[in-house]
């Protein structure tokens, strides 16, 4: 007999939950939506439009008292920390949508808060489940490039018809969030960083774009650029440098667009996340391209390891101290570009 399915709250209706969340909840494996904190009359309107019957809710407390068995953070930047908290203290499992908090100090005391309350923490990096990233990692893992040298990582996007999100922290702490873990994920930790940031035109202290260098342990140095409104050709998603052979990936597998346009991993069926031939990588080697048939990207797979550690059958999907990691060395970014110098992170995990 199956187990049911895990009750996973959600905390927001805007773009975030509405578009990012919610859909792939839906679609994952051994999950159901049970109920959303939604205050706004816009919200909850659109909220029954969308998915008819589901909960709504005016508290993470009176989502916890429906009898949700985890909750999703999924609101503005600087109600993160606070919500997590209260869940925390609520004793519910809880995934807070990345940037996890605006510093590692706050997300390092956060996640101590959880270990002390033996509650589920995690932290949204959905990233790790693109279908260009999932390449990469299985090409790098089976050795086909020899020992990895250098990597360049491109996450960009053209403008936006909203104009930039100014409320977000800036495209260092938003784009980098995803780009940073992925190439720790990657490459393990770093011990030194370098960084330039492209401050948006017009709005005060915020930055637009960046360009991150770094030196990872194991000597590998990956290159990780960002831009929120990068106009013309992006150029490759990931070229990766190895002894034997470099890995060029063209793009990702655009599970962005078809969410925000309305389109679900239910709506499509065995086609999402799918990569036509014509946008496969390839390995470069003596001259010669060799293309890579590219995995399929799935978001909704976080949620499927969601369900099973709430159940005890599993890890969490990502764990909260990678997200402090990243955020350390954020944060070495932004202080490497004000300074114009190299600059070693803080630690992430204590110990």
Same mark, same amino acid.
């Given at each position: ?16 939950g ?10 994952a ?5 049970g ?15 969308? %998915? ?18 985890a909750v ?7 109600s ?30 956060t ?12 932290v ?11 390449t ?11 020992e ?7 996450m ?10 100014? *409320? ?6 938003? %784009?980098?969030?995803h ?5 720790l ?12 940031? *492209? ?6 202290? /915020?930055?637009?774009?960046?360009? #991150? ?7 590998v ?5 960002g831009?929120w ?10 070229? #990766?440098?190895?002894?034997?052979a470099?890995?060029v ?15 679900t ?8 996340g ?5 946008r496969?990588?390839? #390995? ?19 949620? *499927? ?11 969490p ?6 997200? /402090?990691s ?26």
């Amino acid at each position: 007999m199956s187990a049911p399915p895990v009750r996973i709250g959600l905390v927001g209706y805007g773009k975030g939950g509405r578009l990012f969340h919610a859909p792939l909840i839906e679609h994952a494996e051994g999950c159901e939506l049970g109920g959303v904190v939604v205050r706004s009359p816009e919200r909850r309107a659109a909220l029954a439009a969308d %998915l008819p019957g589901v909960p709504v809710a005016g508290s993470l407390a009176e989502l916890a008292d429906a009898g949700v068995d985890a909750v999703v953070v999924t609101t503005p930047l600087d109600s993160h920390v606070p919500l997590v908290r209260e869940a925390i203290d609520l004793g519910l499992p809880v995934v807070c949508d990345k940037p996890f908090a605006r510093d590692a100090a706050a997300a390092r005391e956060t996640v101590l808060a959880a270990e002390r309350a033996g509650v589920l923490l995690t932290v949204y990096q959905n990233r790790r489940w693109d279908a260009d990233y999932r390449t990469v990692r299985e090409v790098v893992a089976a050795g086909t490039l020899g020992e990895v040298l250098h990597v360049e990582s491109r996450m960009e996007q053209p403008p936006q018809p909203e104009g930039l999100p100014v *409320t977000g922290g800036g495209a260092l702490l938003d %784009l980098g969030s995803h780009a940073v873990d992925q190439a720790l994920h990657l490459f393990g930790p770093v011990r030194s960083v370098y960084a330039e940031l *492209t401050m948006a035109p017009g709005v005060d202290g /915020v930055d637009a774009g960046f360009f #991150v260098a770094l030196r990872h342990d194991g000597g590998v140095t990956s290159h990780v650029t960002g831009n929120w409104a990068r106009q013309g050709d992006v150029g490759s998603r990931f070229r #990766v440098d190895g002894a034997a052979a470099t890995l060029v990936v063209p793009d990702d597998d655009g599970q962005t667009a078809p969410l925000m346009a309305g389109r679900t991993p239910r709506s499509e069926g065995a086609a999402w996340g799918t990569v036509p031939e014509s946008r496969w990588g390839a #390995v470069h080697r003596g001259g010669v391209a060799v293309p890579v048939p590219s995995q399929r990207g799935d978001w909704s797979a976080f949620y *499927t390891g969601l369900a099973r550690a709430v159940r005890g059958d599993g890890p969490p999907p990502v764990d909260p101290w990678d997200a /402090v990691s990243c955020l350390a060395v954020l944060e070495a970014a932004r202080a490497s570009a004000a300074r114009g110098q190299v600059v070693a992170p803080a630690a992430g995990r204590p110990g």
